[in-house]
T-cell receptor
Framework: EAQVTQNPRYLITVTGKKLTVTCSQN?????MSWYRQDPGLGLRQIYY???????DKGDVPEGYKVSRKEKRNFPLILESPSPNQTSLYFC??????????????FGQGTRLTVV | QQPVQSPQAVILREGEDAVINCSSS?????VHWYRQKHGEAPVFLMI?????EQKGHDKISASFNEKKQQSSLYLTASQLSYSGTYFC?????????????FGGGTRLMVKP
């Protein structure tokens, strides 16, 4: 089954404790991205990757890191989480990046709470 | 810059129609529409490319007015299953085409 898998689904952590949210897709997609969703603000892009070893900042990259060492995986790293990073996070992938007629597939989301 | 969606929320009775609008201040290459049900991931509805497209399947259709940089999503004869939050996502026409920027969402509730 074609899917984007995020882990964990729920996470409560303390301020400053490094964490990683994993994202994996099995569709051989080139393009992957991370979004955070906050009430009233919709989905805001954090980082995206056009292909292996190619990443770039989205609209709200501060406080986050990503890496794309393999095509299928695109982990989101919070080196020193803060309470304002409490949010619902979605990973998404599509066959190609923007400018092409391709849909994005979203993972099930990770609800992160930083206390 | 995020596209602007309107209305922010709408309540319908089953069988009624609704229109959700999405506008951008930048020249767009494409507009994507997604629906998200509570507690779930957004699900793709359709993509419209510049050139002034109209698309539709079943009772959900959309149009893209390239001159106005606006897109509208039309839901006709709404069903209970249409309830959810609708997002438009836009790609700027700058030959980079790397980012999909979403609007703030329109919450749609269909009542029996």
């Amino acid at each position: 089954e074609a899917q984007v898998t995020q882990n964990p689904r729920y996470l409560i952590t303390v301020t400053g404790k490094k964490l990683t949210v994993t994202c994996s897709q099995n569709m051989n997609h080139e393009y992957m991205s991370w979004y955070r969703q906050d009430p009233g603000l919709g989905l805001r892009q954090i980082y995206y990757s056009m292909n292996v070893e190619v990443t770039d900042k989205g609209d709200v990259p501060e406080g986050y890191k990503v890496s794309r060492k393999e095509k299928r995986n695109f982990p989101l790293i919070l080196e020193s989480p803060s309470p304002n990073q409490t949010s619902l996070y979605f990973c998404a992938s599509s066959l190609y990046g923007g400018g092409t007629d391709t849909e994005a597939f979203f993972g099930q989301g990770t609800r992160l709470t930083v206390v | 810059q995020q596209p602007v969606q309107s209305p922010q929320a709408v309540i319908l009775r089953e069988g009624e129609d609704a229109v959700i609008n999405c506008s951008s201040s930048k020249a767009l290459y494409s507009v994507h529409w997604y629906r998200q049900k509570h507690g779930e991931a957004p699900v793709f509805l359709m993509i419209l490319l510049k050139g002034g497209e109209q698309k539709g399947h079943d009772k959900i259709s959309a149009s893209f007015n390239e001159k106005k940089q606006q897109s509208s999503l039309y839901l006709t004869a709404s069903q209970l299953s249409y309830s959810g939050t609708y997002f438009c996502g836009t790609e700027v026409d700058n030959n980079a085409g790397n980012m999909l920027t979403f609007g703030g969402g329109t919450r749609l509730m269909v009542k029996p």
